[in-house]
């Protein structure tokens, strides 16, 4: 369990050096763009500067020259704002991505992290530290989470139980003996799968319930918990 402890913490310590990494690249990858973006843009002030070497090179003395000169300076300062206005749309553009790469990265993470911890769980099943079956209750009690089961469901865990603290492996046909109080070459094989279904069933969340209550091919069921944590009252 300590191993099991330090690997998580080992994990999600890399997890977190790894999303850490993850937004400083996208957003130095992102500021190098934002700098180059900008760097390249025009001057706003080129159009109004090359106006007013017009206007000192030449010697303009006429009024339609002169309006001609007005229209390009207004045209110049329209420019102006214009690329102004291009800037901010660009910066504001900027932010969103860098958010969205941000988030895309973090649940990319978030998706592989879990990813790797149901494979965790399906490889070393569930650690249960208690497992009370309460015949009066009728309910199981697993790292005390309570589970109401019905009557039958109960008797199928109570046999599971009684063969695991015996170390047995049961059939179906062994599960419907027992609690029909058949011999078990009269019983179906079939029927004492159907009580496993229902236990299953009963216990409601399918990973929980799978990793629970094993199957092991060409032998039968067993509970995958250890022989000193299961109490029946």
């Known amino acids: 369990m300590r191993a099991n402890f330090s690997s998580a913490t080992e994990a999600l310590k890399t997890g977190k050096g790894v999303v850490a990494g993850g937004v400083l690249a996208i957003v130095a990858i992102l500021a190098a763009a934002a700098v180059f973006l900008f760097s390249n843009l025009p001057d706003a002030n080129a159009f109004n500067a090359k106006v007013e070497r017009l206007f000192i090179e030449n010697d303009l003395t006429t009024n339609a020259e002169i309006k001609l000169l007005e229209i390009l300076a207004q045209s110049g300062t329209s420019f102006s704002d214009v690329l102004a206005s291009y800037r901010t749309v ?91 109080g058949r011999d078990a070459a009269d019983c179906d094989e079939a029927a004492g799968a159907t009580r496993v279904k229902r236990l299953r069933d009963a216990l409601g969340n399918q990973l929980v319930s799978e990793l629970l209550v094993k199957t092991i091919a060409r032998r039968g069921y067993v509970l995958a918990v250890p022989r000193d944590v299961i109490r029946m009252v």
Request: hydrophobic fraction near 60%; glycine fraction near 4%; proline fraction near 0%.
């Open 90 to 180: 660009i910066f504001v553009l900027l932010l969103f991505a860098t958010a969205l790469m941000v988030a895309s990265l973090v649940f990319l993470i978030t998706i592989v992290a879990l990813n790797r911890r149901i494979s965790a769980i399906q490889r070393s099943g569930i650690q249960v530290a208690s497992l009370m079956i309460s015949r009066e209750g009728r309910a199981v009690y697993i790292n005390d989470l309570e589970f109401q089961l019905t009557e039958a469901a109960l008797e199928t865990l109570a046999v599971l139980a009684e063969a695991r603290m015996d170390d047995d492996v049961l059939t179906g046909a062994q599960i419907e003996a027992v609690i029909s």
